[in-house]
């Protein structure tokens, strides 16, 4: 990716980047999975709730589809630089599609349930870092940044939809028909990515010592092993990674509460999910003027501001506002997402590009982890505080995050990943 500077400040348009056919594709499946996805996990929570009656084992199942990814990306997620394309992304697809069948139409136990959400969400990484990957091979400089945020914005619009489709599924067909409803939108994804994108190569390594080193690592556990820490111990890489965890950790955490803080304030049924919409709604609206409007740079340097913008809304829930102000603060956090883009081309450039699929990986895994992770943390706080303070300070720990937002890293000249060989 290029560093220079007259690069850097040109703009590109949303329609220049829907151009490529390529693209197009990429962006059409991943909205069509994330769809599934929500209606499997919604449906899932549903089902075991309606086998077992207990709400822990309902939120356990929801967080399986999580926590695991990011294990699967440091023990599996070099696979996405070693392998076709291609196979990999109609391989995750399918995994996808067998076990939504499979749970749609076998009556298993709910730890055989969990093992198999958990198994899935554990190779989910290789997948999304092999489709992130051709994202980033595909577009290059502002075009990229602007491919980013249609991702984001399609995948804001497939979750809602998702949820939308799977109440319904599950109140017209029932949860095991509804998972055959998801399965099928994974086969489908499967099968436009098998026909409609090139068998390209494995991505060329940038130098001969690098793919010797690769080579001679043997065993794919211990490259990605390797691969993974060395990501992680990079300074650079590291701080852009805390960057992207940190503030969705705290704000997943806030989501989580929504149900009770509405239920602790007797607002009227249905009210937290009004509430929990006006987030992606905000997001939407926020990358799309973000992306539109500023410049590659400008974008860059207020990639702290707009993780204060994220944060500061969440804090005026200790003042137990009402449901329309509960709204419009929900809506104003959501656009603060947007900080995101100005450091997509900063953590492009910091990995070697034989890592990109890798990293990739180990991003997307991360950043589905603290979905499970924050909404248990900040449950554990708003039983010793209340639902609206823990809100609160699940804002301010995210405005306090905006101070280590590393703005303007892009800038600063840097060799890439030093990653240490396999043992």
């Known amino acids: 990716m ?208 690098e793919a010797a080193r690769r080579r001679g690592s043997g065993s794919v556990l211990r490259d990605s092993w390797s691969g993974g820490i060395g990501l992680l111990a990079d300074r650079r890489v590291r701080a852009l990674l805390l960057a992207q965890w940190l503030p969705p950790l705290f704000v997943a955490g806030a989501e989580g509460l929504m149900v009770p803080f509405t239920g602790d304030h007797r607002m009227p049924d249905g009210t937290a999910g009004v509430l929990l919409a006006c987030l992606p709604v905000g997001m939407l609206a926020g990358d799309l003027a973000v992306g539109r409007l500023l410049r590659p740079a400008l974008r860059e340097r207020l990639a702290g501001p707009l993780v204060v913008v994220l944060g500061l809304p969440l804090t005026g829930f200790a003042l137990d506002p009402p449901r329309g102000v509960c709204a419009a603060l929900l809506l104003v956090t959501g656009v603060g997402f947007a900080y995101a883009l100005g450091l997509q081309r900063p953590f492009l450039e910091a990995v070697p590009e034989a890592r990109r699929g890798q990293a990739f990986g180990l991003l997307t895994a991360g950043l589905m982890s603290v979905q499970g992770i924050g909404p248990v943390v900040l449950g554990t706080v708003a039983a010793l505080t209340g639902t609206g303070a823990a809100i609160a300070l699940a804002g301010l720990a995210t405005v306090c995050a905006a101070v280590g937002t590393p703005a303007g890293m892009a800038r600063r000249p840097h060799r890439g990943v030093d990653v240490p060989p396999a043992e």
């Open 2 to 209: 290029t560093s220079d500077p007259a690069a850097r400040a040109a703009r590109t348009t949303y329609g220049d980047v829907l151009a490529d056919r390529r693209f197009r594709l990429l962006l059409a499946t991943r909205a069509l999975t994330v769809t599934a996805d929500a209606l499997r996990v919604l449906t899932l929570s549903v089902l075991v709730f309606a086998a077992t009656g207990s709400p822990l084992l309902s939120a356990v199942t929801f967080g399986a589809g999580f926590l695991p990814q990011l294990v699967g990306s440091l023990v599996l997620g070099s696979l996405a630089d070693r392998v076709r394309p291609r196979g990999l992304v109609v391989a995750g697809h399918v995994l996808q599609c067998g076990a939504a069948a499979v749970l749609g139409t076998v009556r298993l136990p709910v730890a055989a349930v969990l093992v198999l959400v958990a198994a899935v969400a554990a190779l989910a990484p290789v997948s999304t870092g092999a489709v992130n990957r051709l994202v980033a091979d595909t577009l290059a400089g502002d075009a990229y940044v602007l491919g980013r945020s249609l991702l984001n914005v399609s995948a804001s619009v497939a979750q809602l939809l998702g949820l939308a489709v799977g109440g319904a599924a599950v109140a017209f067909l029932g949860p095991g028909d509804a998972l055959l409803v998801s399965s099928a939108a994974y086969l489908a994804a499967a099968v436009a990515v098998r026909v409609g994108l090139p068998d390209l190569p494995v991505p060329q390594e940038r130098s001969t010592a």
